[in-house]
C-alpha cells in the first residue's frame, strides 16, 4: 500500500497517473522520433571512421574555433608543430568576400590505405559556395590510438596575394 503524503492547508493528495504500455507503431503508421545515438556509438563511430573523426577536428582547429593544444594528444610531434604554425592564421576561416559564409564543415572525406595501420585522408571542406583541400596522415601506435602524422593544407592565400 503507497504512503501518502501528508495533507495540509492547500494541499492535497493526488494518485500518480497510471503508467502506460509502449505500443509498437502500426505498419504506415507514425513512427517514433529516432533517438540520437549514444556518446558510446559515437565513440564506436569515430574509432570505425578516425580519418573523419580527425577531419572535423583539424577543420576546427584550423578555422579558429577550436585551440590547437585540443590535439595535443592526438598528433605525432613533427604534425602538431605543423598544425601550431598554421592555427594562428586560421587559414580554413571564410575571409574577403567569403567572410560573412557560414563556418567550414567538411564535405567529406576521401581515404587510402596504404599498409596496414596508415591512413591517407583528404577531406573536402566547404565554408559556404568556396570549397577546399586538407589533406593529412594518420598512424596507428603500439597503444592502437591514431595519431596525425603529417597535415597539408595546400597553398596558403599568402602565397596567391603576393606581387612580384
Not at 603500439?142 to 592565400?157: K, Q, V, Y
Amino acid at each position: 500500500m503507497p504512503v501518502r503524503p501528508r495533507v495540509g492547508p492547500g494541499r492535497s493528495w493526488v494518485a500518480p497517473a497510471p503508467r502506460r504500455v509502449a505500443r509498437s507503431p502500426l505498419p504506415g503508421g507514425p513512427q517514433p522520433a529516432p533517438r540520437p545515438p549514444r556518446v558510446d556509438a559515437r565513440r564506436l563511430a569515430a574509432e570505425r571512421l578516425p580519418h573523419r573523426w580527425f577531419a572535423d577536428q583539424l577543420v576546427l582547429t584550423l578555422s579558429g574555433r577550436r585551440p590547437v593544444h585540443a590535439l595535443l594528444g592526438h598528433a605525432l610531434p613533427a604534425a602538431y608543430d605543423r598544425l601550431a604554425e598554421l592555427a594562428p592564421q586560421a587559414p580554413l576561416r571564410p575571409t574577403g568576400p567569403y567572410r560573412r559564409a557560414p563556418e567550414p564543415r567538411v564535405r567529406d572525406c576521401g581515404v587510402y590505405s596504404p599498409r596496414r595501420g596508415v591512413i591517407e585522408a583528404f577531406a573536402r571542406v566547404a565554408a559556404g559556395e568556396r570549397v577546399r583541400a586538407l589533406a593529412f596522415r594518420l598512424e596507428r601506435g603500439d597503444d592502437a590510438r591514431w595519431r596525425c602524422a603529417a597535415l597539408d593544407i595546400g597553398p596558403s592565400t599568402a602565397v596567391w596575394t603576393r606581387t612580384t
